[in-house]
Structure formats: structure tokens, C-alpha cells
């Protein structure tokens, strides 16, 4: 997995900008275009880039918003539609 997070100026840096958004989510196509599988998105509220998507069917497999869990579309280690072993601890 890759993670690209969006800095957001806080604290003593309140006087940088914050990163476009649309810098985030070209990286995140770039990742995808390089072969990696699952590439996510962070400090981008409600972004598509916080979800899981199968890397076969490219079926939505794990929903997030912010750190919740809303949806799991997993049985055992594979995706629900199209049996895809997806790697990890769930």
C-alpha cells in the first residue's frame, strides 16, 4: 500500500498553504498507473482515496470516512465479487 497525505498548515506552520488536492489525487492515478494495487489518499475528508477497491474487479471492498469502517465487502482474505485474494490481517 501507498499512502499520500495532504499537509494541511496546523500549529507552527500556519503560514504554508495546504496541498492542492488535485496534486494528491494525480499522485494517487500515478500509483495506479505503476502497477501498485492499493494507494490511498489522507487528510482529504470524504475522498475516494480513503476506501479499498479491488485491484481485479475494481469493486468497492472496504468503506471508509475518516477512521471508521462502514462497509466490508471481504470473505476470508478475498474480495466478496470476484474472489480476489486480497493480502493483509482482517
Do not use: M, Q
Not at 36 to 54: A, M
Request: glycine share 8%; net charge positive.
Amino acid at each position: 500500500p501507498w499512502h499520500i497525505s495532504r499537509f494541511h498548515p496546523d500549529y507552527k506552520l500556519l503560514n504554508l498553504p495546504a496541498t492542492d488536492e488535485k496534486k494528491i489525487k494525480r499522485a494517487r492515478e500515478i500509483g495506479f498507473e505503476e502497477g501498485l494495487f492499493f494507494v490511498y489518499t489522507g487528510n482529504i475528508w470524504g475522498d475516494e482515496g480513503e476506501n479499498t477497491f479491488c485491484p481485479n474487479c475494481k469493486k468497492l471492498i472496504i468503506k471508509r470516512f475518516g477512521f471508521k469502517v462502514s462497509e466490508i465487502n471481504l470473505i476470508k482474505d478475498g474480495c466478496k465479487f470476484c474472489s480476489f485474494k486480497i493480502s493483509g490481517i482482517f
